[in-house]
């Protein structure tokens, strides 16, 4: 197999969240700490924003690669080679994305005095920022449309943007609440949170396709399977939810056992594998797609779960704890490969699409904000 080029972003949260339970009584955390944030929410917003930006980039969207080999056997090789430092800081495990052919790299932050928010979009080929659009609160979430043309964002005033990812201009706004996905279509998106809500709402209509599914806890996380049959959804809660995204059905629900909720989720790309992490219990479980069954459960770090990613050819898992280590999985049976002190705080990671990158993200808990470094990590083979 050859080579992974690694890429670490530091980067520090000011608020954590919760996941899922659906039926019976909800039990009692037998711990003070909580993954979950409390803003107040402005359901109407009272104001537009006025984006900002520094350049117009070239955006061409190219073949993704699909047979890239990724193997953990590199892994002593890699290191740090470039520091950029003063750009802000992060707030979520969700808020950053990659574009779809790998070219930019979108991320929420705040300013080192908490006095201004905003979205960086990195071009990743040398780490500059492309555009820096100013937002009017923190970002919980962003994502890439599939075609890579837009920009989607989440705030915790309560606001839904759309952003023209050419030239950062503002192309919609709307009420919103939570971490905010797009469907493998584009034609869709995803949210829900206080309201213990979730919408499935048509972009271009500014529509709910369906009636908005109730759920007896507070809405977090929502990813779609790559096939966009299934969305699956966590809540502040033990329970991952499954439905289908166009009629609203109820199709299962899966309990991690993890009554303050479920900490990260991941998908594999190929649809058949849905990793989920417990708040509570710090275990990694694998779940069957096609029987919606556990398969085995991993204790993992011995601590939180703080972010879970699958390499694109499918072959590694990675997961990343409130330690600021990283572990490296195989994903077929549960097998550990390796470790990696990647940062001092609590590390989320992201692959960049055609895997030859991997980002690491560190964000504090609970208030704690730090400097909101990023570390790109590479290995010899990719000098």
Not at 68 to 84: H, V
Not at 190 to 195: I, L, R, T
Not at 250 to 262: A, E, N
Request: proline fraction near 7%; glycine fraction near 8%.
């Amino acid at each position: 197999m050859k080579h992974i080029l690694i890429v670490i972003i530091l980067i520090i949260s000011i608020s954590a969240c919760s996941p899922g339970q659906v039926f019976g009584p909800t039990k009692t955390p037998t711990s003070t700490i909580t993954f979950i944030p409390s803003p107040t929410l402005t359901p109407t917003p009272t104001s537009t924003p006025t984006p900002t930006f520094t350049s117009t980039p070239t955006f061409t969207l190219t073949p993704i690669p699909t047979n890239i080999p990724i193997s953990a056997t590199t892994f002593d090789q890699i290191k740090c080679e470039q520091q950029l430092t003063g750009v802000g800081k992060s707030i979520s495990d969700l808020d950053s994305a990659f574009s779809p052919d790998g070219n930019y790299f979108a991320v929420g932050q705040v300013s080192s005095d908490n006095s201004s928010y905003y979205i960086n979009i990195y071009n990743v080929a040398d780490w500059t920022i492309a555009h820096k659009i100013n937002t009017e609160d923190y970002i919980y979430s962003v994502d890439f449309s599939p075609d890579g043309k837009t920009l989607l964002s989440s705030s915790k005033n309560g606001k839904g943007q759309l952003w023209n990812v050419f030239d950062g201009s503002l192309i919609k706004s709307f009420p919103s609440s939570g971490p905010i996905r797009f469907s493998p279509d584009g034609s869709t998106i995803a949210f829900g949170y206080m309201d213990k809500l979730l919408h499935l709402w048509n972009i271009q209509d500014e529509k709910d396709i369906i009636e908005p599914i109730h759920l007896p806890l507070f809405v977090w996380d929502k990813i779609f399977s790559p096939d966009g049959k299934y969305i699956f959804v966590t809540t502040s809660g033990a329970y991952v939810r499954i439905f289908d995204p166009l009629t609203g059905k109820f199709i299962s629900m899966l309990d991690t056992k993890s009554p303050r909720g479920v900490s990260a989720m991941a998908i594999s790309p190929n649809g058949k594998l849905l990793i989920t992490a417990g708040l509570d219990n710090n275990q990694i479980n694998w779940w069957n797609t096609g029987t919606w069954s556990s398969m085995f459960t991993e204790k993992g770090h011995g601590r939180w779960v703080t972010g879970l990613a699958f390499s694109p050819d499918g072959s590694l898992l990675v997961s990343g704890n409130n330690n600021g280590t990283i572990e490296f999985w195989d994903p077929t049976n549960g097998e550990h490969l390796t470790t990696i002190q990647a940062v001092d705080d609590w590390a989320s990671v992201k692959f960049t699409p055609k895997g030859e990158q991997l980002l690491v993200i560190a964000y504090g808990g609970g208030n704690r904000l730090g400097d909101g470094s990023i570390c790109v990590w590479r290995g010899p083979e990719f000098r």
